[in-house]
């Protein structure tokens, strides 16, 4: 993928075509920090959705390739990786080590979570985790969520966040609409865990 067709797929992406947020906002839903103690509401949240296209990156470079796969929703139970089990333990141990989380609501309904780990490195902060959930794709949530995840990083110090992304299309195309770009290098211990992600990041100052 070329740095032009990149640059008009994150305007996509920031218009709303992106699965996950839009340039206009919902000034309806509320963004609030969460405690610990609120994890097990991750499962209010729809994950749902149908991915046809991945990237594969190579450098800063993104290769598009087609893809046929259905996200299923949380497992209420279970240790595996789509459980909501397993998901709670993962943002646990990202808050034990001072991680920040964050929530968009609805109401009184959760419709979107984020947590973000400042220091993972010496200046370098982690969005660890973002889901927003289907039918509020497409409206700002994913946006705010992300903005207030890199105003709690520039605040605690960090001049660059990191994110090891899904490699959907549309997951990888909002993040770019965020301002996030493909890394030359990825952080080795994030690469190491999830090597098939594309790993994106994007500077706070």
């Given amino acids: 993928m ?7 797929n994150a305007e996509g992406a920031a218009n709303g075509r992106g699965g996950h947020g839009d340039e206009q906002g ?3 839903i509320q963004i609030r ?10 499962g209010e949240i729809d994950r749902t959705e149908r991915i046809t296209s991945i990237y594969v990156q190579h450098g800063v470079d993104l290769e598009e390739q ?16 789509h459980s909501i089990p397993h998901q709670i333990g993962f943002c ?3 808050i034990a080590r001072g991680a920040l989380l964050f929530g968009a609501f609805d109401g009184e309904r959760l419709v979107g979570m984020g947590l973000m780990t400042p220091q993972v490195r010496p200046g370098i902060a982690q969005l660890a985790h973002l889901h927003v959930s289907d039918r509020y794709r497409g409206r700002g949530v994913g946006r705010r969520l992300v903005e207030k995840m890199a105003e709690a990083a520039r605040e605690m ?7 090891s992304s899904s490699p959907s ?16 290098e990825p952080l080795a211990e994030l690469f190491e865990k999830e090597p098939e992600d594309v790993h994106l990041s994007k500077r706070l100052d």
Wanted: net charge negative; aromatic share 10%; glycine share 10%.
């Fill in 157 to 163: 110090g960090d001049l660059e966040m990191v994110v």
């Fill in 92 to 94: 646990e141990e990202h």
């Fill in 169 to 184: 299309a549309n997951t990888v195309r909002f993040y770019m609409g965020c301002g996030f770009a493909p890394m030359a």
């Fill in 66 to 81: 087609p893809h046929n796969f259905d996200v299923p929703p949380w497992l209420p139970t279970g240790d595996g990786f």
């Fill in 2 to 8: 070329s740095e032009l067709e990149m640059k008009r």
């Fill in 26 to 28: 919902d000034t309806a």
């Fill in 33 to 42: 920090s969460m405690g610990p103690a609120e994890l097990s509401r991750l």
